[in-house]
T-cell receptor
């Protein structure tokens, strides 16, 4: 099956700092999503981005499908950004959304 | 509206009980999914329904029985579970398979005693 690797596994920031999270995948994909899982377990959709660049407020994402990676940028981080960020992909020809292991982000005040 | 609802939020059940988890969406989506998430792990796919028919069963034990009574509803029937089945159960939906964004419900946190 497809491999999805996220880095770093853990990240601790001070409020106001910027960060970049990375997702590498081992095969071509039809679908790539970034999620934020809050402490209550809710998976919040951040981006649907199988290719290209998107921005939403302080967050932006870029997927370079030909090089099989995606980046999530968080600027001016806030304590409410804390949680686990997951990258998930659907390999071309598959119907399964496969998650990476996640990046646990802690933003301290 | 991109809302998927799940009930109950929490469930505690004994190993001899029978219970059901419910999931509902009103976005007109034709694909619905069940995932299982253990603590500190990513969600793992269990079942996929497409147009109310079971499309994928990820070799899930028969003590988990999915049902899709109509295009808006998805149930997961539980029977004779084991303590290791304790987990967060997440439901999701998408417009169709493959190319479409999945939206997740808030989950049911299940404890098997």
């Amino acid at each position: 099956g497809i491999q999805v690797e996220q880095s770093p596994p853990d990240l601790i920031l001070q409020e106001g700092a910027n960060s970049t999270l990375r997702c590498n995948f081992s095969d071509s994909v039809n679908n790539l999503q970034w999620f934020h899982q809050n402490p209550w377990g809710q998976l919040i959709n951040l981006f649907y981005i199988p290719s290209g660049t998107k921005q939403n407020g302080r967050l932006s994402a870029t997927t370079v499908a030909t090089e099989r990676y995606s980046l999530l940028y968080i600027s001016s981080s806030q304590t409410t950004d804390s949680g686990v960020y997951f990258c998930a992909v659907v390999r071309s020809g598959s119907e399964k959304l496969v998650f990476g292991k996640g990046t646990k982000l802690t933003v301290n005040p | 509206d991109t809302e998927v609802t799940q009930t109950p939020k929490h469930l505690v059940m004994g190993m001899t009980n029978k219970k059901s988890l419910k999931c509902e969406q009103h976005m007109g989506h034709r694909a619905m999914y069940w995932y299982k998430q253990k603590a500190k792990k990513p969600p793992e796919l269990m079942f996929v329904y497409s147009y109310e028919k079971l499309s994928i069963n990820e070799s899930v034990p028969s003590r988990f029985s999915p049902e899709c009574p109509n295009s808006s509803l998805l149930n997961l029937h539980l029977h004779a579970l084991q303590p290791e089945d304790s987990a967060l159960y997440l439901c999701a939906s998408s417009q169709d398979l493959n190319y479409y964004e999945q939206y997740f419900g808030p989950g049911t946190r299940l404890t098997v005693t």
